[in-house]
Nanobody, 125 residues
Framework: QVQLVESGGGLVQAGGSLRLSCAAS????????MGWFRQAPGKERDFVAAISWSGGNTYYANSMKGRFTVSSDNAKNTVYLQMNSLKPDDTAVYYC??????????????????WGQGTQVTVSS
């Protein structure tokens, strides 16, 4: 059974940083793309960033470039999202997801078939 478990969310002041973790288990993820999404209250779940397990290639939503960094530790089957210079607009539930599509195709919710339960990030002004 595939499991994705996020952690690291919390309350932070504007300008601060958080690092989210996503621990993956249940099968081999070597060829998968791992993605981060976020959903603010009353809004759609939006793509944030993705990384390929095999080559470490990364891709970011335009609004996240320069502030967010996605990385992975293959030995630990864990993906991270480092978030810097956080803004109140970054407040959302952040989800980790796994896709069997290559990173160049895994840019929307429909391409991801495994999801974590989400972790709340709240940025105060």
């Amino acid at each position: 059974q595939v499991q994705l478990v996020e952690s690291g969310g919390g309350l932070v002041q504007a300008g601060g940083s958080l690092r989210l973790s996503c621990a993956a288990s249940g099968r081999a993820f070597n060829s998968d793309t791992m993605g981060w999404f976020r959903q603010a209250p009353g809004k759609e779940r939006d793509f944030v960033a993705a990384i390929s397990w095999s080559g470490g290639n990364t891709y970011y939503a335009n609004s996240m470039k320069g502030r967010f960094t996605v990385s992975s530790d293959n030995a630990k089957n864990t993906v991270y999202l480092q978030m810097n210079s956080l803004k109140p607009d970054d407040t959302a539930v952040y989800y980790c997801a796994a896709s069997q599509y290559p990173i160049w195709a895994a840019r929307g919710r429909a391409q991801y078939n495994y999801w974590g339960q989400g972790t709340q990030v709240t940025v105060s002004s």
